[in-house]
């Protein structure tokens, strides 16, 4: 099955969108590293001109396709953008350090720094980036082999990444310790833009947490325009947490696709704080019988941000299970968009399914758009949905404050507790403290 969650716009209609899009396919940099080994080299080079040759066909989307219907770009589309050429030297990273995590994986503007990275190859494991790396001959088999690579924006990121982390691990093995991958963006004179690019191969039996971090150094506006692809083989679990932390004037458009074997077991933690405008697109492809999926989301935006989350689950076998809880919270002027699919066909009998979202608006002008789908066609499910809109209970604060506990500390108080379902899920409790900190200011 394929899902189709991006409106993709043609070159026929003739506006000035495909010509911006032509535009940030120019920008894109040639791989011609001389750690790139030769054999690695053809089929990278036409995985990368294929997308190209897609991208030419396709166009930025607008509110008239109905997948963007809430998010308009015109923002990005009004924004210049250059390659960022990791100009800042950057030699401390001890703010963004997770003590669990021993291999670390760091990308400045899409490209690997290695003085910055505890890279690991040993046996039954690898965790390093794509160009130069020792493991690069079997990722053809994988990387951009998911289904929805044509998306625009995807096939964008696939035809101008510079390198990638890559993760593979070995069948049967189990990596105890998380592998963080953290992702840094510069912006000084000019808005860079970048294409970090993630691949995660976990074999049969296996099992692997991976932390996906995005940050930024400084305020300036930049584009960051990510793809993670994960494979779990039959038996596999990956537990996955993915945390959006950009500055107040980035763009920031994500993908993050999965494909899971019988079996399998995927977790998936996404927090999304930060960006002037921001976009996940989650999508998920059960293909195997008895695998299970887990989605929890946490939006937190204020002020002008907006924030869209786009997730969709495919089950195609008897026996799936789903659970997925996405939560909002949005002050100020501040808009959330949430669009949550589940695709159960008539082969995917006895699917067990559960989707909620929660939104909590904090200011009058706050707006949450939200629409939770089902699309089922098997006749012997057990599928449910719904999502609520509520405000901060006014009885619960005062009955804080009665108990001598000051009006703001009391709101930060009950916005932490509804934050904290989500929070309490990611295998890190420096992270977590870390967002809650966020959250709590």
Sequence with gaps: MTIQTSGVATVQRGDERAAYLQSLLALRPTINSPSLQPETQPWLQSLRDSAAARVQELAIPSTRDEEWRFTDLSPLVQTSFRVGDRSPHITDIEAFKLPEAECRLVFIDGIFAPELSTPVAQAGMVA?????????????HYLGKQSGTEEVFTALNTASFQDGAVIWVSKNQSIEQPIHLLFISTSQADSTISHPRCLVVAEANSRATVLEEYVSLDHGGYFTNPV??????ENAEVNHTRVQRDNQAAFHIGKTAVSQARDSRYTCNAVSLGGKLSRHNL????TGEQTFTALNGLTMIRGEQLSDTHSAIALTKPYGSTRQLHKCIIDDRAHAVFNGKVFVPKAAQLTDAGQ???????????????????EIVADNVKCTHGATVGQLDADEIFYLQSRGIDADTARNLLIYAFAYEILEQIPSSALQKTLAQLISN
């Design 128 to 140: 390093g980036n794509l160009i130069g790396g020792q493991y690069t001959q079997p990722l053809q």
């Design 228 to 233: 993670t692809e994960i494979w779990l083989a």
């Design 283 to 286: 999508e998920i492809y059960q």
């Design 356 to 374: 909620l979202n929660r939104n909590l608006l904090l200011s009058s002008k706050a707006r949450v758009d939200t629409k939770p789908q089902l």
